[in-house]
């Protein structure tokens, strides 16, 4: 995107209306940010809420507590304390001066609670209270290979792969945060919010305030879920044509919510629609993209494929999200595993080759379509930006939101750099010292996957909304040099996974404190402290209950500690640690022709490029073949109606009401998205922690909650059945 900056240095404001709307463009130094209660009500909150997540993590059904919710929550706790505490100053005693505390004074109430306060603790949340990849690999480890590594172990891995993608994210500061360009759009919704929270006096433009326009939506939205997620559940899976053709599979696979590709369009779920991310956050030229992929790839290749029975596709439903063996069940993958839990290469061939449904065979084809569009679109698109950043020199003015930050020093560079030392060196010691299998080579090619990807990736996230994965980088490369081996195939994809993924979220909240005019040291420590802490203390929330749960992880736990993610990631060790890449992809598999895909992915940016250099004035300034091809990798788990629906919404926001009443929308489009969230995630948790969780629950039986089901969309039928003996 190109914008003349020119021609706003007279407004100091930035030169996107959508920054303008969400953010403000003045600030207050002197305003305090590192208090006492700040770190009081950040710690708290974030412990509480990163040990509620792991109980939540091994449960199902079970919801998840997320930032927004601890933005809520802190908002009336910081007005409590600044009402409670004291009003005074205390001074250290001189004694401390060896120390470099003699003097130093402090207040427990420094005055009013404030933004930058209220924001260090959402930063604090934001990096911290999800739950690590590395923690479900570790519980694989032990419970279904019998690897038991100990708290030691486990803690140095969260750490490693934790602090190892803060320490990228400082380091890529140039390239993702300071620059205007680099929007991020989740951050418009936190900005949004907190000053809504935290405004005073309501602007000229007319209207209800913000702030009770929030409120009222927040209300809207929390009695709404009350129906499509308890009451009226099939306003949520709202696939009314499967409703009156429940036996047609072909029209059930087409219009189906549930396991079809979501032609019908409608959904009255808020937590449907903003499945894949918030339509009213996301710009409408990558919607447009997005859902272009989409149709193209889903609604026009994926029929042709499987209605053609490529692949033997059509043996198996048309969406899922596990795969099969050739007699048209759930691959079962004891079967071809040896008491000791590595490969067994005769039963495997006495067994069945692993077969893919419609929806993995084409995530697995647009994944590596990805990985070589998005290194090409980067270089081509962003290689000079890359360049000047390497040699310290930019390219973009600063806007007034960078400009603003001058008055805070900057953290250097070698703080980030030694903490990458220093996590790495943590990386080696778990390898080395537990024996896990995972040589210290391997080590450096996992981390070298995120290095590569984060400024592509972070690209990408910070100008559409949507988040890049490697997830199928980092299974088919350890399944390819360490074949056999699926404990050490799971680190290798803890370290690349988790690593691109803490770090892009490091990056996120950068951005958020640029916004904020936190100062950078702050943050850094914010982040730091706050990803220690909690990382330990869900390392230590784990193993209390693996030792004092019965039966945690088998199927019939009677509090559904079930472990459902841990499931899935045991399926994934053992395909592309066991079975490996090379059986399911090589010259003899039928989709070994995917492969290919690798190199159409990375010819297929250039003629866009061309054709911009020599039309830059054109539309396809906007064309991106990774916001094309990444959009759409969030299938499986998700469907078709989470796109189709995600669009329609979008259509009517980012396009109608953003042309034609642009002062509504500048207004209130954010205050709506973060209302609707927030009231739905509370409406969520108050019918799980009442209505569902005591006492195995209390459903309510009638034909709203059961219509559904009885379609072939719920039950995810195959268009053929197996021929006797299996398919050969």
């Known amino acids: 995107m190109e914008f003349d900056f020119d021609e706003v240095e007279d407004e100091e404001d930035s030169p996107f209306p959508e920054v303008r709307a969400s953010v403000s463009n003045i600030d207050d130094p002197e305003m305090p940010a590192t208090t006492i209660r700040m770190w009081f009500l950040g710690l708290l909150l974030t412990l509480a809420a990163g040990s509620a997540n792991i109980f939540f993590n091994f449960r199902q059904p079970a919801p998840s507590i997320v930032s927004n919710v601890l933005l809520l929550i802190s908002h009336p706790l910081g007005k409590l304390l600044a009402l409670s505490l004291p009003i005074r100053t205390y001074k250290l005693p001189r004694w401390l001066a060896p120390i470099g505390l003699g003097g130093y004074e402090f207040s427990l109430n420094p005055g009013p609670w404030n933004i930058k306060e209220h924001t260090l603790v959402y930063i604090m949340a934001n990096v911290s209270i999800g739950v690590p990849t590395a923690l479900n ?95 009226f559940q099939a306003l949520s899976i709202f696939s009314f044509v499967c409703w009156i053709r429940p036996d047609d599979i072909v029209v059930n696979q087409l219009f189906g919510t549930s396991g079809g590709l979501g032609m019908s369009i409608l959904t009255f779920d808020w937590s449907q629609i903003t499945w894949i991310g918030s339509p009213l956050m996301v710009p409408w030229w990558a919607e447009v993209q997005i859902f272009t992929g989409f149709f193209l790839i889903y609604w026009i290749l994926c029929p042709i494929l499987y209605y053609t029975n490529s692949w033997d596709l059509s043996y198996f439903p048309m969406m899922d999200n596990q795969p099969y063996d050739r007699f048209g069940t759930p691959y079962n993958i004891t079967r071809v595993l040896t008491p000791e839990h590595t490969f067994d290469a005769e039963a495997y061939n006495g067994y069945s080759p692993l077969y893919l449904p419609a929806s993995y065979a084409i995530t697995y084809l647009i994944a590596f379509a990805l990985s070589s569009a998005m290194i090409v679109h980067t270089v081509l698109y962003h290689g000079r930006t890359v360049l000047h950043g390497f040699l310290h020199t930019r390219i973009e003015k600063d806007d007034i939101h960078a400009k603003l930050m001058r008055a805070y020093p900057e953290v250097p560079d070698w703080w980030y750099l030694m903490t990458f030392v220093a996590c790495f060196a943590l990386a080696i010691v778990t390898a080395e010292v537990w024996h896990t299998g995972i040589p210290v080579w391997a080590l450096i090619l996992a981390i070298a996957l995120p290095v590569t990807y984060i400024i592509p990736s972070g690209y990408v996230y910070a100008m559409t909304g949507q988040n890049i994965t490697i997830n199928l980088l980092a299974q088919i490369i350890p399944g390819m040099i360490l074949p056999g081996k699926p404990v050490p195939n799971m680190i290798f994809k803890a370290y690349a996974v988790q690593t691109l993924a803490e770090g892009t979220a490091f990056v996120q909240d950068l951005k958020l404190g640029h916004y904020i005019k936190l100062p950078p040291r702050t943050t850094f420590m914010v982040q730091l402290v706050s990803t220690v802490l909690v990382g330990l203390l869900q390392v230590g929330v784990k193993e209390w209950m693996f030792s004092n749960i019965e039966d945690i992880c088998t199927p019939k736990q009677k509090d559904f500690l079930v472990c459902p993610h841990n499931q899935v990631q045991y399926t994934t060790s053992a395909v592309w640690g066991l079975i490996g890449p090379s059986r399911q992809f090589g010259a003899q598999s039928i989709y070994h022709p995917q492969l290919y895909a690798i190199a159409i992915g990375g010819i297929l940016p250039i003629p866009f490029w061309f054709w911009q250099r020599r039309r830059p004035n054109n539309w396809n300034k906007y064309v991106s073949m990774p916001i094309m091809l990444n959009g759409i990798g969030l299938i499986p788990p998700a469907t078709g109606i989470n796109y189709s629906s995600w669009f329609l919404l979008g259509f009517i926001f980012q396009f109608l009401i953003r042309r034609r009443n642009f002062a509504w929308w500048t207004k209130y489009n954010y205050v709506l998205t973060a209302a609707f969230d927030c009231g739905t995630v509370l409406s969520l948790l108050l019918i799980f922690f009442t209505l569902q969780f005591p006492r195995g629950g209390f459903n309510v039986d009638w034909w709203g909650n059961t219509v559904f089901m009885n379609t072939a969309d719920w039950k995810r039928l195959p268009l053929r059945q197996v021929p006797d003996g299996g398919i050969r």
């Not at 390239?175 to 900005?191: D, G, K, R």
Request: hydrophobic share 50%; proline share 3%.
């Open 137 to 231: 690999a570790v519980v694989v480890a032990e419970i279904n290979y019998g690897v038991k590594l100990g708290y030691g172990f486990n803690a140095l891995l969260i750490l490693a792969t934790q602090l190892t993608g803060f320490s990228l994210a400082g380091l890529c500061r140039r390239y993702l945060v300071w620059p205007a360009s680099m929007v991020w759009p989740q951050n418009l919704i936190v900005c949004t919010l907190l000053n809504t929270l935290h405004a005073e006096e309501e602007d000229a433009r007319g209207g209800i305030s913000r702030f009770k326009f929030f409120c009222y939506a927040t209300l809207g939205a929390f009695f709404w879920f009350f129906l499509p997620g308890y009451l």
